[in-house]
């Protein structure tokens, strides 16, 4: 036996990140030559994986059992081996130190200075990939640098992400724009190091560390890499996972005398060390375009309020920017509260806790947190409606209803205001002289009655005044409800009395009859995968008992709706579905209430369409990627649509991400998942599931999918103010963006406190010259990064600005010389 071949079998030293050390090395490889012996390096990077929440709760245990005790080890081992190096990520593992253990943050701080320790990534957490909004995605990169620059003065160029269990094609983009060079994750990696090219063209690299590995089998495992493809530099962590820990000094000393037997260079390395060399090597690397590979598909389901929680938070967030931005003109911007609220809705969307990966205690946790956020956010948006609307001139109008839409472009919406005297018929009528029904409903959780009606022509992202009057006139009723059918100028509905499921669905719009089979069809699975995502079918399946009858609960003008009642058969659940068509609006809405007390079962809803289309297309954070249709469970946002060269339907939701589409053009979507183990997260309870279905014409983009969806989740906000006068017009738009396939996403303060930052975003995948109008003069425009850093100047002309977009590019365009100045 060779000096290589002893070696390779007799250290077996355990350099591992959750798990126990391999028993030996798999296969003997040669011996490695001089020159590979020159040119090759192991970084062995120390590091302590630490979940912010798991089976534990993130204070106290995250912070006092798992943080403090790592960082403190590592600080002692940094002080007694000078060879030795020590990785951190992960801003709340960080953050709370400098209060709780300001000795402890002193040390962390100057060895950070000194280049010891590492930050080794510029992401505020390691973040849910699967269930994570576009713009959300951006601000873990800007909160995340934003505070290791401020209190550590480092700019990471790394995304560590070790737990997350998808990766969205357009994050090498959001990388790039981010000053992130390298994507180092786990879970999904087709290879160990690659250039992972997105959807829009953005190279950055990406990695998967070695892990649970001996010395001798990262040896190995770096004479392989370099013999296939000639890549020098090897990668791979220590230190203990799930809890964190790092390494103890014995691991250390028996490490540093395996590192002194390799046959090539081994040592303690840090992350930026090694992205930096193997940057030099990037064109030997194999390139992998758009998305990677997916695990824990059950985690795109498990806990759906916390998935409900936040998508209404991310969406309250952007609108509360976008009005507090405009009325930055009058007062002062909330910045504290908005940033606040972000740093709070940025914590929950951690991989384990937005993926649903926790016990129940920290799933509480997690829920009392978005209700913080929602506490921030209503009084802010409140008043910053309040301060725009003071100077609205509302004179000539009677009640007036002020209509704001927080969205770039011209649409219609559905709309609630108190009801002045519910004994009267009321309409209302726009500054054109046109009248709108409006409909009596009642709203069960704030025990008011309220107006429903549809305002039309909204301005993008502006507002429109109404008067609310009393009906000259006999209301018409268009639309009928009886039978178990719903029809209106849009929709025919019929409701099989004996399923209560979906019969038909007859778009007459449209002229097509949008259903191949019974849809909003509950299905029912036995899942005995565990809490972390591993769905695991038995065979077993459940539809549900018969109907107990078809009831109408809305019947005109503006909207109808029926309800039927279902029970799980030999379970205490019961589901109550309604669905609702509205005048005017081009999808038919459908309320799942389900009342659940049954484990390790999955629920779908499903919906033929007999489109016989081979791929489908899903969105994806400030983007779309069509998916072949297998029936796998994958993750998206707010829509799922497959289409033909004719024809589409978008199944489109409010709060759940887990879908699959079949064959045939079955599309479903996950409403409920309930494992048990190894965290007790069968999610019983009360839950209230919309979703929505809009049939189109063509393809998605020519069906205006990502816009309908939008409208969908991000309704228009009615205001009932007195009349006065004002220096803003009855109707106008704040900012607004052509063509309409480019979003305005994002409206706030620029991080500098200069002006405002405007984040745009071509969500169509086509290349647009693109027109960005401002109600105000535009004094300077410059296109910066994600981080508001590396300004260009842009050519103004007055109020309009001109910029190219490539396929789903993201720019951001800050405006100078905008803002609240208070009188002297």
Aim: glycine content about 10%; overall charge negative.
């Amino acid at each position: 036996m060779c000096a290589y071949t002893r070696w390779c079998f007799g250290v077996l030293c355990a350099a591992v990140l959750g798990g126990a050390p391999a028993a030996a090395v798999a296969a003997e490889p040669a011996a490695p030559t001089a020159d590979e012996k020159k040119a090759l390096r192991v970084h062995v990077i120390p590091q302590a994986a630490i979940d912010l929440a798991g089976a534990w709760r993130y204070d106290p245990e995250a912070i006092e059992e798992c943080a403090v005790p790592a960082m403190s080890a590592a600080v002692r081992n940094l002080g007694k081996f000078p060879e030795y190096s020590f990785s951190v990520a992960q801003v709340p593992l960080l953050e709370p130190l400098e209060n709780r253990a300001p000795e402890l943050w002193k040390s962390v701080v100057a060895l950070v200075a000194a280049g010891r320790m590492e930050v080794a990534g510029g992401n505020y957490l390691e973040f849910d990939g699967a269930c994570i909004g576009g713009e959300a995605l951006v601000r873990q990169f800007v909160a995340g640098r934003e505070f290791l620059r401020e209190k550590l003065g480092q700019g990471p160029r790394i995304c560590w992400s070790l737990g997350a269990a998808a990766h969205a094609s357009t994050l090498p983009q959001i990388l790039r724009l981010s000053e992130i060079d390298t994507y180092v994750f786990l879970r999904g990696a087709p290879q160990p190091a690659f250039v992972w090219e997105g959807i829009d063209g953005s190279k950055v690299l990406a990695v998967r560390p070695l892990t649970g590995r001996s010395v001798p089998e990262a040896v190995a495992a770096a004479l392989e890499q370099f013999r296939t493809g000639g890549i020098t530099q090897t990668c791979m962590l220590a230190g203990a996972g799930d809890h964190g820990g790092g390494l103890a000094e014995k691991d250390i000393e028996e490490l540093q005398a395996a590192f002194a037997a390799a046959p090539i260079a081994v040592g303690f390395g840090r992350a930026d060390a090694f992205s930096a060399m193997c940057v030099r090597e990037v064109d030997k690397l194999p390139a992998v375009r758009g998305e990677l590979g997916f695990e824990l598909p059950g985690a795109y389901t498990t806990l759906g309020k916390i998935k409900e929680r936040n998508r209404m938070c991310e969406h309250m967030l952007l609108a509360a920017e976008k009005f507090a931005a405009v009325a930055s003109r009058y007062q002062p911007y909330p910045a504290e509260t908005l940033d606040r609220a972000w740093r709070y809705t940025l914590f929950n969307q951690a991989y384990g806790i937005l993926g649903g990966r926790v016990v129940p205690a920290a799933a509480e946790d997690a829920l009392a947190l978005y209700g913080q956020v929602e506490e921030m956010l209503r009084p802010a948006l409140n008043d910053a409606l309040r301060t725009v609307l003071l100077h609205v001139d509302t004179a000539g109008f009677q009640n007036p209803i002020v209509v704001f839409n927080p969205l770039s472009w011209e649409r219609d919406g559905a709309v609630y205001v108190p009801s002045p005297d519910a004994k009267t018929e009321w309409v209302v009528r726009d500054g054109e002289g046109a009248f709108i029904r409006t409909q009596a409903v009642y709203d069960p959780q704030t025990e008011t009655a309220n107006l429903l009606f549809v305002a039309r022509k909204l301005p993008p992202f502006g507002y429109r005044t109404y008067s609310l009057v009393p009906s000259p006139e006999e209301v018409s009723n268009p639309c009928s409800a009886a039978g178990g059918v719903l029809q209106t100028p849009q929709f025919k509905i019929s409701i099989d009395a004996a399923t209560g499921d979906a019969a038909q669905i007859e778009s007459t719009a449209l002229a097509w009859q949008v259903l191949a089979g019974a849809g909003n069809q509950i299905q029912i699975y036995e899942d005995l995968g565990d809490s972390d995502g591993r769905l695991e079918f038995s065979g077993k399946s459940w539809t549900l008992g018969p109907a107990a009858g078809v009831q109408v609960v809305e019947k005109g003008p503006v909207r109808v709706g029926l309800r039927v009642r279902n029970r799980l058969v030999g379970e205490r659940t019961t589901f109550v579905r309604e669905v609702y068509a509205t005048d005017g609006v081009p999808w038919v809405e459908f309320r799942t209430s389900i009342e659940w007390n049954a484990e390790k079962k999955l629920v779908k809803a499903s919906f033929p369409t007999g489109i016989a289309a081979d791929a489908s297309t899903w969105e994806a954070p400030y983007g779309a990627v069509a998916r072949p249709n297998d029936g796998l469970e994958r993750p998206a946002l707010a829509w799922v649509d497959v289409s033909d060269k004719r024809r589409g339907v978008a199944l489109l939701n409010q709060t759940r991400h887990g879908y699959d589409v079949q064959k045939g053009g079955t599309v479903r979507l996950s409403l409920l998942r309930s494992p048990v183990a190894p965290a007790h997260s069968d999610d019983g309870g009360m839950h209230l599931v919309p979703y929505a279905l809009l049939p189109h014409l063509g393809s998605w983009q020519e069906g205006a999918v990502h816009r309908r969806a939008q409208e969908y989740n991000v309704p228009p906000i009615a205001v009932l103010v007195p009349p006065h006068g004002g220096a803003l017009p009855p109707q106008a738009s704040f900012f607004k963006v052509t063509p309409a396939s480019v979003a305005l996403t994002a409206v706030k303060r620029a991080e500098s406190g200069d002006g405002l930052a405007l984040r745009l975003v071509e969500t169509e995948g086509r290349a647009a010259s693109a027109e960005l109008f401002s109600h105000w003069f535009l004094r300077g425009a410059f296109e910066t990064n994600l981080l508001e850093r590396n300004e260009k100047p842009l050519a103004t002309e007055g109020d309009l600005l001109r910029l190219e977009f490539r396929p789903f590019e993201i720019k951001t365009v800050v405006l100078r010389g905008w803002g609240y100045a208070p009188l002297r």
